[in-house]
């Protein structure tokens, strides 16, 4: 499915009831959900940690695609990590050092998958499970809510 | 002013919040746990933030993930509303080592009136009257059946330790007292561990009257007159109102005063209330200060004029109140009945899926309340669904007034406390003012 069969899809579900749509052709799935409901509005993050590799969100609160606010369920086998407190999201443990974790990397159940910054303590956010990496929800320094998705692992 | 709020706290209180934010051109931010994600404060604030989980302990009254929320929004100030963190010293430390503005009393304020000897303390050397009876600790009978005897009978014995009624004993006559005294002390050995008990006077129909008072950071306080809440059941208000049927204009600014010198005492800052208990020949009594918003506060708000929650929004901003002691009046007579979702009998919770919901409306009336069709009650945190407040001439008004919103107010899907309001309403005590913390005693088995 190349990029205009993509578009003209969301298109088409923008003028329609359907809430959710899930497409499988030739190996390739995708699934599309309508925005909506979408209450957290994440904040600039503070500047307090690694001010220098704060990238400001580019993308808009409004730009942003649909499927990060509302993940696309995992799969069945497919696992999926979430915030266990409140706080800003950070790929790495210092603003110099490269992301903990990619997509495509096997990690062990728990392995640092991130750290969320809460009240000015950096907290280590362990993998629940042993797999590989396949989504990664959140971008660097934006706030997350409890129980928000941050990693879809697939298991090995 | 700040620009933006956050409202620790759920339900109709968060909504009165924000609410009166709205209404100042402040944003707010919502918290709320994974049970309350479809809740209304969450739907009305500018933001929110989920927390935790459902378990109060884990979301309501977890402090890191609160500060944190603050601080990913922004939020200047956060609003504790009542119950949950609202009376807690530390949180109230940690908001101001974090830099945000805690809207309510100092952490010292707050140390201090919930010891509840120091409060005691603190009250009579601001010179309010306590309950008479012994400073401390009564360990040998002999002294105490003296004291009992100066105090003149009845008595209550109660533990230290105490609470839940147990190693509590009223005694009625002298020759009860020994064994009385004795029983007391082994019961609260058994139940607390610690045998210490104290001597007070006992009021056999005591009526719960509280000051409202408010005060700003400049040292100005002010008295919002009184609320009777003598309609009670276990220590849970169930009827609030104000004015008083039994307090006049002089009894009012004596006890108003004496708010006002106990606030000054402690340099209390934003709203507060007093509570004292009163007798029937209106002597009255310190009882303990509550140092929050309270549930019952629409019923001053209506009486008076003064939004409650605005006023200390703004004092905490450092702004001077917006009124002076001789521009409060109290006009008309306003009436509050909580309305939870309990089996009106047993009063057992009854949580679950609200099927139909028509709040009354007309004149006088008001509706606190974060309940909506196809709202499901969760069974995690207390049972009230909405305050039901009205506002009339006179009591008598207020009475038929109630009246005639309790007949409006439909909920259907679970059980309420409606019917039990409208009994108490057609109660001929009721109606005539003859009231006491007592009073609910008679819907319940004689034998307690």
New interface residues.
Partial sequence: MNLKELKELIEMLKNTDISELEIERSGVKVRLRKGGDV????????MEYPPAAIVAPAISETERPAVEQAPAAASPDQIKVTSP????FYRSSSPDKPSLVDIGDTVKKGQVLCIIE??KLMNEIESEASGKIVQVLVENGQ?V????PLFVIEPV | MFKKILIANRGEIALRIIRACKEMGIKTVAVHS?ADAHALH??FA????????PKSSY?YLNV??I???A????AEAIHPGYGFLAENASFAEVCNS?GIKFIGPSPESIKLMGDKAKARETAEKAGVPILPGSAGVITEESDAVALARELGFPVIIKAVAGGGGKGMRVVMEETEFASAFVMAQSEALASFGNADVYVEKYITQPRHIEIQIIADEKGNIVSLGERECSIQRRHQKLIEEAPSAIVDAPLRKKMGDMAVALAKAVKYRNAGTIEFLMDVDSSFYFMEMNTRVQVEHPVTEMVTGVDIVKEQIRVAAGKTLSFTQDQIVVRGHSIECRVNAECPEKFTPSPGTITAFNPPGGPGVRVDTAAYTQYVIPPYYDSMIAKLIVHADTREEAIMRMNRALDEFIIEGVKTTIPMHKKILADEDFKQGNISTKFMERYHSPSK
Wanted: proline content about 12%; overall charge negative; aromatic content about 4%.
């Fill in positions: 209450t957290f509005h994440p904040a600039m993050p503070r407190i409140v706080g800003t809460a009240m706030p809510e409890y129980g928000q | 994974t969450v739907r500018d933001q929110s933030v989920c927390i935790g989980p979301s890191p993930s500060i944190s929320a601080e990913i929004t922004d974090a």
